[in-house]
């Protein structure tokens, strides 16, 4: 089982520019959840995707997007990019239908604005 | 916010139990607690979480007092592999949302 994983590792953007990151969840998982942590701050809620469709979100602008495709992979879109969208990102799978389960996070992506 | 109040860091002796405690006073009846951590630059790891009762497994205890408003993870012998910073985390066991706070920084000395 690969578990949870993501691409890519790291990612250098310039400021105003798109950046699409990927994640694959860990198998028999079908929720994914994003996350940003920026340095030297614990990882911050982005959104979740069920069922292809956003069923929570956190307090982020809608330059924040994503989507989940059939076989539950997830991709985060951030558009215009700012200096300070610069952190890691991190991608969480769960199985949402069972109760008492826990998330699984992937190594996440760097993203570095310039 | 978080939920949960952890202190800012610890230092533990390599081979000796790390307690490592959490205050959650405005937990609900159907909020779980969540134990992570967090091994500098990679993703979070999963650690144990508990409800009501006591849990173990291969990493880790967790004990949750009766009143459920706080709880404290023993990892049983550290070693050098566990400094790291570990999150406490309050919240509904289907939701996925976990809503993380600043962590204890727990430094494994020799």
């Known amino acids: 089982d690969a578990g949870v994983t993501q691409s890519p590792t790291h990612l250098i953007k310039t400021r105003g520019q798109q950046v699409t990151l990927r994640c694959s969840p860990k198998?028999?998982?079908?929720?994914v959840s994003w996350y940003q942590q920026a340095l030297g701050q614990g990882p911050q809620f982005i959104f979740q995707?069920?069922?292809?469709?956003?069923?929570q979100r956190g307090n982020f602008p809608d330059r924040f997007s994503g989507h989940q495709f059939p076989n539950y992979s997830s991709e985060l879109n951030v558009n215009a990019l700012l200096l300070g969208d610069s952190a890691l990102y991190l991608c969480?799978?769960?199985?949402?239908?069972?109760?008492?389960?826990?998330?699984?996070f992937g190594q996440g992506t760097r993203l570095t604005v310039v | 916010d978080a939920k949960t109040t952890q202190p800012t860091s610890m230092d533990c002796a390599e081979g000796r139990a790390a307690n490592l405690p959490c205050n959650h006073s405005?937990?609900?009846?159907?909020?779980?607690v969540y134990w992570y951590r967090q091994i500098h630059s990679q993703g979070p790891q999963y650690i144990i979480h508990?409800?009501?009762n006591n849990e173990t497994n291969e990493m880790a205890s967790l004990i949750i007092t009766e009143d459920r408003k706080s709880s404290t993870l023993i990892l049983p012998h550290a070693t050098l592999r566990d400094t790291a910073v570990y999150y406490c985390?309050?919240?509904?066991?289907?939701?996925?949302?976990?809503?993380f706070g600043q962590g204890t920084t727990l430094q494994v000395k020799p």
């Open positions: 405005t937990i609900s009846g159907n909020e779980y």
């Open positions: 198998s028999g998982h079908d929720t």
């Open positions: 985390i309050v919240g509904s066991s289907n939701t996925g949302k976990l809503i």
């Open positions: 508990g409800l009501k």
């Open positions: 969480a799978s769960s199985l949402r239908a069972g109760m008492n389960t826990e998330a699984f």
């Open positions: 995707y069920y069922e292809e469709e956003e069923r």
